[in-house]
């Protein structure tokens, strides 16, 4: 089990060759043996690890224990080379990026209203044969 506030990170997977799977939990949550939990020490905004974490993918070594899938060590993550600003620096940063990812998640919506609205008229300009019977 993990509780809410911590990092979820998938470290075994054949997923992790091409990205490595991680968030943070909103509710207690139980997982499988391919995921780890970390807590998250107070002296650090969840959000700012996180993007940070995304940013420094490429760092995060993947080992390849031959069965096919990838495996992340948790020690390996502990010893990132990563350097934390202040707190407060750290909130104005993951609050940046968090308005950003709003602003992405809102322009998402918009095009995929535009393309149903594009689906709906191509139905009414090109009716199915059935449709045109009659």
């Known amino acids: 089990m993990a509780k809410a506030g911590s990092l979820l990170i998938l470290t075994r997977g054949s997923m992790l060759y ?18 780890r ?10 959000q700012f690890l996180v993007s940070l ?47 950003l990812d709003d602003l992405i998640a809102a322009e998402g919506r918009k095009l995929e209203a535009l393309r149903q609205h594009k689906q709906g008229l191509m139905q009414q300009l090109f009716p199915s044969a059935e449709e045109g019977k009659g």
């Open 53 to 99: 974490l995304v940013a420094r993918e490429s760092l995060i070594p993947i080992n390849d224990p031959g069965i096919g899938a990838g495996k992340i060590d948790s020690e390996d993550l502990r010893r990132l080379p990563i350097v934390f600003p202040e707190l407060a620096e750290q909130q104005k940063i993951a609050d940046c990026l968090g308005s």
């Open 37 to 46: 939990a970390f807590k998250i020490d107070k002296s650090l905004n969840t």
């Open 18 to 35: 091409n990205r490595v799977p991680m968030g943070v939990a909103s509710i207690d949550v139980a997982f499988n043996q391919d995921v």
